[in-house]
T-cell receptor, first 113, second 111 residues
Framework: SAVISQKPSRDICQRGTSLTIQCQVDSQVTMMFWYRQQPGQSLTLIATANQGSEATYESGFVIDKFPISRPNLTFSTLTVSNMSPEDSSIYLC??????????FGPGTRLLVL | GQQVMQIPQYQHVQEGEDFTTYCNSSTTLSNIQWYKQRPGGHPVFLIQLVKSGEVKKQKRLTFQFGEAKKNSSLHITATQTTDVGTYFCAGPEKGNTPLVFGKGTRLSVIA
């Protein structure tokens, strides 16, 4: 099984600022995924991050708002830029555990004031 | 695009009662997956069903995949307080990723 850690675990931010979330995996993985889960809602995929290439963004999410880095096979960052209260969510990274199933990190709980 | 629907949205049961949540996809799925998210936690993988009509059991949990590979159900027998959480189904469209998650069923168990 993969062990995934995320930093920070939670944060309270002012609108207009940016926050970078880190995701570290204890083994090398090809694909890492970033999800958003708004309060009481389901999981929505933001983007897929592959090492050595640009992230692939889902409809409704753009690189300027959610820039992603994937410098190696065990690490990725997601930045939430120019935040507004609507960005208050849980942000989760995940990795494939095999056969298209996923392990999720513990999440970053973000509150934007 | 693909949509995955779950019902009910909420379910409150007395401890010991049974519970079922249903999942329906707008498109045929290559597989269906179930995840559980405890309050304040993150989604944890429970099981994956791949074959048409497949049924799998994990102790008190029974998972089914429909013959048309467009629907699934999770049934919990004799619920316990440890079953509390939100249960999500998820599936990739046939031959594609990423996963599309249903909205989840939030289960409350009253002791």
């Amino acid at each position: 099984s993969a062990v995934i850690s995320q930093k920070p675990s939670r944060d309270i931010c002012q609108r207009g600022t940016s926050l970078t979330i880190q995701c570290q995996v204890d083994s090398q993985v090809t694909m890492m995924f970033w999800y958003r889960q708004q309060p009481g809602q389901s999981l929505t995929l933001i983007a897929t991050a592959n090492q050595g290439s640009e992230a692939t963004y889902e409809s409704g999410f753009v690189i300027d708002k959610f820039p992603i880095s994937r410098p190696n096979l065990t690490f990725s960052t997601l930045t939430v830029s120019n935040m507004s209260p609507e960005d208050s969510s849980i942000y989760l990274c995940s990795v494939e555990r095999g056969q298209e199933t996923q392990y999720f990190g513990p999440g970053t709980r973000l509150l934007v004031l | 695009g693909q949509q995955v629907m779950q019902i009910p949205q909420y379910q409150h049961v007395q401890e010991g009662e049974d519970f079922t949540t249903y999942c329906n996809s707008s498109t045929t799925l290559s597989n269906i997956q179930w995840y559980k998210q405890r309050p304040g936690g993150h989604p944890v993988f429970l099981i994956q069903l791949v074959k048409s009509g497949e049924v799998k059991k994990q102790k008190r949990l029974t998972f089914q995949f429909g013959e048309a590979k467009k629907n699934s159900s999770l049934h919990i027998t004799a619920t316990q307080t440890t079953d509390v959480g939100t249960y999500f189904c998820a599936g990739p469209e046939k031959g594609n990723t990423p996963l599309v998650f249903g909205k989840g069923t939030r289960l409350s168990v009253i002791a």
